[in-house]
């Protein structure tokens, strides 16, 4: 399904089965979006790939109308077995996610983190149990401050049975980034702060709300 917005940025529903079409332009997009090294990219692509068998997994995007001139590295060029971009087009945001669950290290990470605040068991459990995760949240830095975020966010999440949504967003002071911004004004709130994942030493939040938004 697409959609357009009133501007020229128009958002598929990506399909799993076509992520040979899609993947690389949204691992672009992250790497660019969180200022991390290119490489990057290649490091993340067998994860990516892995969230998508996930039972559940659902996932947007967002294509502007490509410059004139060589295609970037986000760009999607026209095929005829294309079914996300018709035209050549540059993917300009990602969005996706999929149901918790005990299996996964995320969701065990966060249950040690509750824990180590001296959540009970029963606490643990109603937060942990049954829940949709927003894996990933990207826009291009050209696209931003435009909408775009909100508006993946938002169709990403419609229609999700969980009753409810939680992510992970690196600690920033103040909470001064369009994407903390983002999470409050839409009504997410603190589930666990100054938290460090395995093997990152850097501090993330884990926010959620209840779903619908």
């Known amino acids: 399904m697409t959609t357009r ?3 020229a940025v128009r958002m598929v529903e990506l399909d799993p ?3 040979h079409l899609w993947l690389p332009a949204a691992l672009d997009v992250y790497v660019t979006a969180m ?3 290119r490489g990057t990219a290649q490091q993340r692509y067998p994860l990516w790939r892995e969230h998508l068998h996930r039972p559940g997994w659902r996932g947007v995007a967002t294509l502007s109308p490509g ?4 295609a970037d590295d986000h760009r999607l060029v026209r095929r005829d077995d294309n079914p996300i971009a018709p035209a050549a087009e540059i993917l300009t945001g990602i969005a996706y996610g999929y149901p918790g669950g005990t299996s996964q290290w995320w969701n065990q990470q966060l249950r040690q983190g509750l824990a180590r605040i001296g959540h009970t068991r029963e606490q643990i459990a109603t937060i942990a149990d049954d829940y949709f995760e927003l894996t990933e949240l990207h826009v291009h830095p050209q ?9 993946l966010l938002t169709r990403l999440l419609d229609g999700v049975p969980a009753p409810k949504v939680l992510l992970s967003t690196p600690e920033v002071p103040g909470e001064e980034n369009r994407a903390w911004r983002l999470y409050r004004r839409l009504g997410f709130v603190d589930v666990l702060r100054q938290f460090t994942f395995a093997g990152d030493p850097r501090q993330f939040a884990i926010l959620g709300r209840g779903l619908p938004l």
């Not at 931003?144 to 909100?150: F, S, T, Y």
Request: glycine fraction near 22%.
């Open 143 to 151: 696209a931003q401050g435009q909408g775009v975020g909100q508006w």
């Open 17 to 19: 089965a076509d992520a």
């Open 5 to 7: 917005n009133p501007g």
């Open 35 to 37: 200022n991390y090294p």
């Open 67 to 70: 410059p004139d001139g060589p």
